[in-house]
């Protein structure tokens, strides 16, 4: 468990210098910033406060979602078409953990344009949320972020099993706003769009975001909604580690890794 | 012209990434529903159901820039990123037909995207079409997208002098959809941001798709529509001399592998 946790910081580190040699690809966070302004300027047409309260958290998450789901999805992808992916299964380190590693790099290093984010929402609103459970909603983020990094990591594997090729994430990022529920609450989506929103730890994360801004809002609903935030990322977690192991299955047992 | 059409195909073929199916058809059809979904949902949500009706002519101009102007700089971009930019300036093509070939097949991208939306804003929100003026409708949509196509050259071809060139789309997507007026009226900023957001391509020419839309005659706004094309030329001859001063640079220097400048 030590060694494995250091080569989680290990790769941690790797993956932050690999950004800071060359920013990141910074496009794909800062690609969302006009997003969540033309979504606040929608919203303050109205000017519904609550609404206005949930967008200046939700949409700085959905700037560091957007540009993680896009990095992370590409790196295990990457080092397959780069030949390094062998050497990572040579190592006797799981490579779950080098690629949540390098998630939990790809979420810190975004955080930054979701307080850049936050501050564009502020000086176009000039108000910043009333929180009725400070604590809860600390806690909230704290599972948002968990959200992001394993729906993030889900797309790692994935990419590889599909063949997915350049332009794959322009509308699994759009889509995933819609199910992830940085934008709105899920259950404001019809009930087609809600049920595959549910298997995203983030929509209940975002329930927990909601419940903390909201007055009366009990701390049953509250647990509840972490609690689901939990589940979902146990069982996402489970199919992505799942995936993890088709991957090296066809790299190890069958010999097929360049065949999709 | 056969050297012209068989330099559309090539470097459409070549250095499009996103010509696979599923990538193509999800950018091109799903991603402008997706987006409508997003805009009626924000819209109910904030208290304004019928808002994304308002929006949806807008939405329809802004993913024609989104598939067209990725897709242009790609061409540059991975042009020389996989090493065969170099092949193209030992060779003495016409420059003239390069550089507007490149450009030809990402124009229908745009339209398709553009036709898309209005379908999935018909389907899902009832736009309705009873009024429109469907001659000025359809120049004013075929404008907008050469202007955008334009643009796409236009920042394509700094790709040849700097590396990591393909983000600055991003910034324009973005420019776009905040200055342009898609969502957001133009008359809300103040006079000098207004006219620099006139020199972005749709800003002109949405003031002409939204009139005919609503049953104008496109006389009505032909200037706007002028001031569209010429947005559209300019950037198109200002992107072919980058083209060419561009080669001229990294040639001399050498430094087409590295930045230029």
Known sequence: MVYQLRALLASVVQQWKQFSTYFGNLGFFLATIPMAIIYTWIAMQKGDRQVLAYLSVGLPL???????????????????????????YISRTPVIVVSLGKALAQVLWGLPMGIISFFVIFLMTRTLPEVSQPLALIVSLLL?????????????????????????????????????????????????????????????????????????????????SWSLCLLSSVFLGVVTYAMFRIVEKRIRVTGTRDLY | MKHFVSQVYTTYVGLFGWLNWFSYISTVIFRPVVLVIIYSVLGRFAGSPDAVRSYSLGIAAYTMAVIILPGVTQCYTRDRSDGT?????????????????????????????????????????????????????????????????????????????????????????????????????????????REIARLLPVTNGLVSLQNTFSGSPLADTVFPLLREAVTGLVYLVAGYLAFRTFEIAAKRKGTLEQETF
């Open chain 1, 62 to 88: 959905m700037t560091v979602w957007s540009g993680v789901a896009f990095r992370i999805g590409y790196t295990l992808s990457s080092e397959l078409s780069s030949q390094v992916l062998q050497f990572v």
């Open chain 2, 85 to 193: 930019l170099s092949f193209m300036f030992a060779s003495p093509v016409n420059r003239v037909e390069n550089y507007l070939a490149r450009a030809v097949l990402h124009f229908p991208n745009g339209l398709l995207s553009f036709v898309s939306t209005l379908v999935a804003a018909w389907i899902m929100v009832g736009l309705d079409f009873s009024t429109v003026n469907w001659g000025g409708f359809i120049i004013g949509a075929l404008v907008i997208a050469f202007s955008l196509t334009a643009l796409g050259e236009f920042l394509g071809t700094f790709a040849i002098v700097f590396r990591d060139w393909s983000n600055i789309q991003t910034v324009f997507v973005g420019l776009i959809l905040v200055f342009s007026g898609v969502i957001i009226p133009l008359d809300i900023y103040p006079v000098p941001v």
């Open chain 1, 144 to 224: 948002v972020i968990v959200g992001i990094t394993v729906a993030s990591l889900f797309f790692s594997p994935l990419m590889v099993l599909v063949g997915g090729r350049g332009g794959f994430f322009n509308t699994v990022i759009p889509f995933g706003l819609v199910l992830s529920g940085f934008v709105f609450p899920v259950d404001k989506l019809p009930v087609v769009l809600m049920v595959p929103a549910r298997l995203m730890p983030t929509s209940w994360a975002m329930d927990g975001i909601r419940l903390s801004l909201t007055t009366g809002s009990t701390w049953a609903d509250i647990f509840a």
